[in-house]
């Protein structure tokens, strides 16, 4: 552009000395400033990844250097489903874990989440990422945050798994990533992975769904397992349509899931929640089956 411009510049200069030479300069003529015409440079504008578009990689920066995107047709470990913005001025630090610009926008991206699924994330097997503006772009005055869905392999296994194909609608109907019945293995009586399969099949465990829990420390929820097992036990009865009272427990027990601690410092609550039967095989779905389909033991 330097090279094009000083030609130019050359250009006009030899033909002002021209009309110079022939005694007269018209007035309508150039200036001979090509500088001053050119329209002022827009400022510099922040680097803002696209939504509705795959992604070949999950990472929790993102920077515009290294960002790409591919055709969610093809193979991809995550689908970015929102950008969102923080309510943050210049001056404001980079949300970290437990702020609450973070934790309002996980809750975003989670309702965002959840209308592009058609169902709630937590009840399949899905994981939710957030990310953010490299400490650079921040400084820049980039103020985004992304919402990332990914598939995962297993409700034991929660790292994301190469797919092919939006998630859009992805849990409307019967879907294979949906949460429903699983044969648990115990090793020296201590769960160790849990086994889908499906309902007609033996099993000992199904999901129930999903509940809020309350706001707290990472570590004063880590020590409530007796409150969520509680909490879980009454999603159990409503779930199988029978009593939540003192027969409850001789009927059925509970299987839990809670987030990992970053997506609970991210602000996450949902709490996955499973019918566990220890004594007796199931060959059916205990939805609704009632205290006869579901009896105390």
Known sequence: MRRWRRRLAVLALTG????????????????????????????????????????????????????????????????????????????????????????????????????????????????????????????????????????????????????????????????????RCFDPKLIGGNLNYMEPVLCTEPHRAEFVGVYVERDMSWETFSASADGVHRRCMALIATFAAVPNNSELAYRVGSIFYPPSKREWEEGDRGVRCFLWSDDRKLTRSMRGVGPRGLPAI
């Open 16 to 179: 002002v000395v021209a009309a110079l030479l022939g005694g007269c300069l018209r007035p309508d003529a150039a200036d001979g400033d090509l500088v001053d015409d050119w329209p002022a440079m827009r400022a510099p504008r922040p680097f803002v990844p696209a939504t509705d578009t795959c992604l070949p990689r999950i990472t929790p920066v993102v920077q515009a250097g290294t960002y790409e995107t591919v055709p969610c047709s093809r193979s991809h470990l995550a689908e970015a489903v929102h950008v969102g913005t923080f309510d943050a001025d210049e001056a404001a630090p980079r949300p970290g874990p437990g702020s609450p610009a973070l934790r309002a926008a996980r809750a975003e991206c989670d309702q965002r989440a959840r209308e592009v699924l058609g169902g709630d994330w937590h009840a399949a097997r899905l994981t939710l990422h957030i990310a953010l503006p490299s400490a650079a772009g921040w400084a820049g005055g980039a103020r985004w945050f992304r919402c990332d869905l990914s598939e995962t392999d297993s409700i034991d296994n929660t790292r994301p798994v190469n797919r092919t194909g939006s998630l859009r609608g992805a849990m409307i109907g019967d879907s294979p990533l949906i949460h």
